[in-house]
């Protein structure tokens, strides 16, 4: 099955009978809709999941994965665990689990508080390939099925497929994906994303030029199972994909296979984070989206942007025996996020992709963040001259614009009390 690509009066059209409907929230389509990606993969000692730190980076003295504190204000005492960390008066920072249901529903309830539509839930091929590491992530899918069910949000599965070896796509996240279809019974979700009739699955990681094991072929395998399989197949798919991907260089393998492997593929969505900063970000979409776009319209595809907060990963490098500027790619208050959103939609972007709604490890959260910060790290990229739920704000405002619901300005929008 091949997508057949709208211009934009038509998609225009559709978003208002939809509105008149009122089932543009439904997750029968990604016409109109901003999902964001939901890592899902913070545990602390004690949350039940037998994985110690993870993604938190605590496990040694002085040491910590992230960029980006979070606002804890709203979370229940039980729901919060201890860091090494302290604020300057002393107090203890806490954080939170993703294995805590709570928590989950919490973020879902955000992102129906502000317009946001649901998200892609990354799934890596490196943690189900391990049983006690898969069963959190099918404890964190279920949460995220439940909170989604709740709060009126969709949701969909992407494999990432960074740090699998060869012959590793067949046997870990084909297996996979049999299993969440004949155990868990995903599918059945009334909140599954869904497009063109068909529910959507996203693969991460095809095309990169940075060494990865597996191959483009079994990459084309993998996108062939999840469309055309008679029994694990029959999906819409989308795969993500490096930058210059239609170009082949870059971050891209200089391999025409590729576009071959893409042939198999229904929405196109090339990686953003860290391609540009706010001084280039305009010049660098616009060198790619109309011709990223056609390559994709000419073959019956769609093209999902990706745009992104900003970017840190000083604390994460030092860690890793490398040096990283902190906030080197700087929020700006949300006008760098507004200005790449506003060129894609301003290009015919039709949906788009925010990275991400919990990525603290390279600051790229637009989860309600924290402006008071503790010590003892490299510091923290977060914003004090905005409220903590300014990205969340902004992110849902992307949607009513994207949707034409609001004028797509210049400048950034103005927040009313």
């Given at each position: 099955?091949?997508?057949?690509?709208?211009?934009?009066?038509?998609?225009?059209?559709?978003?208002?009978?939809?509105?008149?409907?009122?089932?543009?929230?439904?997750?029968?389509?990604?016409?109109?809709?901003?999902?964001?990606?939901?890592?899902?993969?913070?545990?602390?000692?004690?949350?039940?999941?037998?994985?110690?730190?993870?993604?938190?980076?605590?496990?040694?003295?002085?040491?910590?994965?992230?960029?980006?504190?979070?606002?804890?204000?709203?979370?229940?005492?039980?729901?919060?665990?201890?860091?090494?960390?302290?604020?300057?008066?002393?107090?203890?920072?806490?954080?939170?689990?993703?294995?805590?249901?709570?928590?989950?529903?919490?973020?879902?309830?955000?992102?129906?508080?502000?317009?946001?539509?649901?998200?892609?839930?990354?799934?890596?091929?490196?943690?189900?390939?391990?049983?006690?590491?898969?069963?959190?992530?099918?404890?964190?899918?279920?949460?995220?099925?439940?909170?989604?069910?709740?709060?009126?949000?969709?949701?969909?599965?992407?494999?990432?497929?960074?740090?699998?070896?060869?012959?590793?796509?067949?046997?870990?996240?084909?297996?996979?994906?049999?299993?969440?279809?004949?155990?868990l019974r995903i599918l059945e979700s009334p909140a599954y994303q869904h497009h063109a009739g068909r529910p959507v699955v996203a693969v991460w990681g095809i095309g990169f030029n940075d060494g990865r094991d597996y191959t483009i072929e079994e990459c084309a395998e993998l996108m062939r199972f999840l469309r055309d399989n008679p029994e694990f197949g029959q999906l819409t798919t989308m795969a993500g994909v490096p930058w210059a991907w239609r170009t082949l260089d870059q971050d891209a393998v200089a391999d025409p296979a590729l576009h071959g492997a893409l042939d198999r593929v229904d929405l196109i969505s090339p990686w953003a984070?860290?391609?540009?900063?706010?001084?280039?970000?305009?010049?660098?979409?616009?060198?790619?989206?109309?011709?990223?776009?056609?390559?994709?319209?000419?073959?019956?595809?769609?093209?999902?942007?990706?745009?992104?907060?900003?970017?840190?990963?000083?604390?994460?490098?030092?860690?890793?025996?490398?040096?990283?500027?902190?906030?080197?790619?700087?929020?700006?208050?949300?006008?760098?996020?507004?200005?790449?959103?506003?060129?894609?939609?301003?290009?015919?972007?039709?949906?788009?992709?925010?990275?991400?709604?919990?990525?603290?490890?390279?600051?790229?959260?637009?989860?309600?963040?924290?402006?008071?910060?503790?010590?003892?790290?490299?510091?923290?990229?977060?914003?004090?001259?905005?409220?903590?739920?300014?990205?969340?704000?902004?992110?849902?405002?992307?949607?009513?614009?994207?949707?034409?619901?609001?004028?797509?300005?210049?400048?950034?929008?103005?927040?009313?009390?």
């Amino acid at each position: 099955m091949h997508l057949l690509p709208m211009n934009r009066s038509l998609f225009a059209v559709l978003v208002l009978l939809s509105l008149v409907r009122g089932d543009l929230s439904a997750s029968d389509s990604l016409f109109g809709k901003v999902l964001c990606g939901y890592q899902g993969w913070f545990n602390t000692p004690g949350d039940g999941a037998n994985l110690g730190w993870r993604h938190y980076g605590f496990e040694k003295p002085g040491q910590c994965h992230l960029d980006l504190w979070p606002d804890l204000s709203e979370f229940d005492e039980s729901e919060l665990h201890e860091t090494p960390l302290r604020f300057a008066d002393g107090t203890i920072a806490k954080v939170f689990s993703s294995a805590d249901p709570r928590t989950t529903l919490r973020h879902f309830e955000w992102m129906r508080d502000h317009g946001i539509d649901g998200v892609f839930l990354q799934r890596f091929g490196t943690t189900i390939r391990d049983a006690r590491s898969r069963a959190h992530n099918d404890q964190v899918l279920a949460h995220v099925r439940a909170a989604a069910e709740a709060t009126g949000r969709s949701f969909c599965v992407m494999y990432d497929l960074s740090g699998l070896r060869s012959g590793e796509i067949e046997s870990v996240v084909m297996q996979d994906w049999k299993r969440l279809r004949q155990q868990l019974r995903i599918l059945e979700s009334p909140a599954y994303q869904h497009h063109a009739g068909r529910p959507v699955v996203a693969v991460w990681g095809i095309g990169f030029n940075d060494g990865r094991d597996y191959t483009i072929e079994e990459c084309a395998e993998l996108m062939r199972f999840l469309r055309d399989n008679p029994e694990f197949g029959q999906l819409t798919t989308m795969a993500g994909v490096p930058w210059a991907w239609r170009t082949l260089d870059q971050d891209a393998v200089a391999d025409p296979a590729l576009h071959g492997a893409l042939d198999r593929v229904d929405l196109i969505s090339p990686w953003a984070v860290g391609r540009y900063d706010e001084a280039g970000c305009i010049g660098r979409i616009r060198e790619v989206h109309e011709a990223d776009a056609a390559w994709c319209r000419e073959r019956g595809k769609e093209y999902l942007p990706v745009i992104f907060p900003g970017f840190s990963w000083a604390n994460l490098m030092k860690m890793r025996g490398e040096e990283a500027v902190l906030n080197q790619i700087p929020r700006n208050g949300g006008r760098f996020l507004w200005g790449q959103a506003r060129e894609r939609i301003h290009l015919g972007a039709t949906m788009l992709y925010v990275a991400m709604f919990d990525e603290m490890d390279e600051a790229t959260a637009i989860f309600k963040h924290a402006t008071r910060v503790p010590e003892g790290t490299l510091g923290f990229a977060n914003e004090t001259d905005v409220p903590s739920d300014h990205y969340l704000w902004l992110t849902g405002e992307i949607g009513r614009a994207l949707r034409r619901e609001i004028p797509l300005g210049e400048e950034m929008p103005v927040r009313t009390p």
